[in-house]
């Protein structure tokens, strides 16, 4: 009995030295030394000063920007408390919320169809692109806002259109954080 409750002791503190200390240390310095930008949150500075991440969305609402996809991350954005709102497409608020939405975006596009993805958040509420519809449906507004010109502006969209990993996994998409960012290079917001 003693003899396997020490057994039973010395395997649960080497499997935690190992497993709690030991292999997380191995795995944050391989990931440091192998894959910095990606293990750090592929944060973005600009002049020294943190802007956002490659991979967590934020919210713009300004006019003279390209405006992401919602988010039901907390109070949006929000990656301490990531997640969708677990609404279902039959769910009267759900449904309000989106109409709503829609409406609103019809304002400058009357009888157009609004993407899906300006409507709707993602599943971690955290996504940082929009597909390029969602970038092309606010072209206009953007131009119009920015004093240039359509084509100027698309041109801009298809630079920062990333096509699929590997050529087939996922859809085209356009991180808009990047856009937002070359935008103001090339005409700052007054």
Do not use: C, W
Not at 61 to 84: C, E, K, L, V, W
Not at 141 to 160: F, G, K, N, P, Y
């Amino acid at each position: 009995m003693r003899r396997n409750l020490i057994t039973a002791v010395l395997y649960t503190v080497v499997t935690t030295v190992l497993f709690g200390l030991v292999y997380p240390f191995v795995v944050t310095g391989l990931a440091q030394v192998l894959f910095r930008d990606k293990a750090n949150g592929q944060l973005i500075y600009k002049d020294g000063t943190l802007v956002g991440s490659r991979i967590i969305g934020q919210s713009f609402t300004a006019p003279q920007y390209f405006h992401s996809r919602p988010s039901m991350a907390g109070n949006g954005y929000d990656a301490a408390n990531s997640s969708g709102s677990n609404l279902g497409p039959t769910n009267k608020k759900l449904a309000d919320r989106v109409a709503g939405d829609v409406a609103a975006l019809q304002i400058d596009h009357p009888g157009v169809d609004v993407p899906i993805d300006l409507v709707t958040a993602s599943g971690s509420g955290l996504d940082p692109h929009i597909t390029p519809a969602a970038a092309e449906f606010q072209v206009a507004r953007i131009a119009r806002e920015r004093h240039l010109s359509e084509d100027a502006v698309r041109r801009l969209v298809a630079q920062h259109t990333e096509g699929r990993q590997l050529g087939f996994l996922g859809e085209p998409r356009v991180n808009v954080l990047l856009l937002n960012m070359d935008l103001d290079q090339l005409t700052p917001v007054r």
